[in-house]
C-alpha cells in the first residue's frame, strides 16, 4: 500500500523558536496533502489542505501566519509552526490522498517549553 | 469542521464481550474508514468500506454501512484486552479528497 512518511516524531523546542515538520508520501505522488492537528484526548482537526505549486488552504480558526505549509514538490509537504507558544504543543498528522484511500504519517508530537 | 459523529463516545467492556461503535455522517462519501489510535500513538487503518458495499469483515472487524442512513457500525468480537484504544470514522469529502474524523470513541477493554 501507498506509505507517507512523517518527520520528526517527537520535537521539542523552546518558546519563539520556529519547528519545520515534513510530510512525504513515499511511493506515490500527491498534488494535495493534508494537515491536522490532535489535541489531547480528542479528535483529529483538519487545519488546511496544501497545494502542489500553489497556497494552502486553511480552515476556518486556523492561523496562516503561524502555520506555514509550503507544498515544493509532489512528494513533499512542509508544516513550519513559527513563533511556538506552548499552547502549540499538540499532535500534528499528514495524510496523502491515493485515489480515494487516505494515507497517513505516523505523527508529529510537537512540545513547546 | 467535524462530520462523523460516534457514538458511544466511551465504552467500557469486559475482555471477551463484542463492542460495537456507530458512526453518522453528513454529506455523501465514496468511501468511508475506520481507524484505530493507541494513546499518545498514530493511527492505523482498520477497514475501508466503499460506498457500494454493506459489509466487510477483517478478522475480527466487521463493518456495516447504510448509505440511506448514513451511518456506519464497526464491531470488534471477541474483544482483548490490547483493542484498548479510540477509534475514528473518517470519511474522505468529495472535494479535494480531504478526509473528515468523527470525535472517536474511546474503548477500554478490562482484562
Known amino acids: 500500500g501507498a506509505v507517507v512518511s512523517q518527520h520528526p516524531s517527537r520535537v521539542i523546542c523552546k518558546s519563539g523558536t520556529s519547528v519545520k515538520i515534513e510530510c512525504r508520501s513515499l511511493d506515490f505522488q500527491a498534488t494535495t496533502m493534508f494537515w491536522y492537528r490532535q489535541f489531547p484526548k480528542k479528535s483529529l482537526m483538519l487545519m488546511a489542505t496544501s497545494n502542489e505549486g500553489s497556497k494552502a488552504t486553511y ?21 513550519t509552526v513559527t513563533s511556538a507558544h506552548p499552547e502549540d504543543s499538540s499532535f500534528y498528522i499528514c495524510s496523502a ?12 508530537r510537537l512540545t513547546v517549553v | 469542521s467535524q462530520q462523523g459523529e460516534e457514538d458511544p463516545q466511551a465504552l467500557s467492556i469486559q475482555e471477551g464481550e463484542n463492542a460495537t461503535m456507530n458512526c453518522s455522517y453528513k454529506t455523501s462519501i465514496n468511501n468511508l ?13 482498520l477497514i475501508l468500506i466503499r460506498s457500494n458495499e454493506r459489509e466487510k469483515h477483517s478478522g475480527r472487524l466487521r463493518v456495516t454501512l ?4 448514513k451511518s456506519s457500525s464497526l464491531l470488534i468480537t471477541a474483544s482483548r484486552a490490547a483493542d484498548t484504544a479510540s477509534y475514528f470514522c473518517a470519511t474522505p469529502q468529495t472535494s479535494y479528497d480531504k478526509v473528515i474524523f468523527g470525535p472517536g470513541t474511546s474503548l477500554s477493554v478490562i482484562p
Open chain 2, 66 to 69: 447504510d448509505t440511506s442512513k
Open chain 1, 97 to 108: 490522498t491515493k485515489t480515494t484511500e487516505a494515507f497517513f504519517g505516523q505523527g508529529t
Open chain 2, 33 to 45: 474508514q475506520w481507524y484505530r489510535q493507541n494513546s499518545g500513538r498514530g493511527l492505523v487503518h
Open chain 1, 59 to 79: 480552515e476556518q480558526g486556523v492561523e496562516k501566519d503561524k502555520f506555514l505549509i509550503n507544498h515544493a514538490s509532489l512528494t513533499l509537504s512542509t508544516l
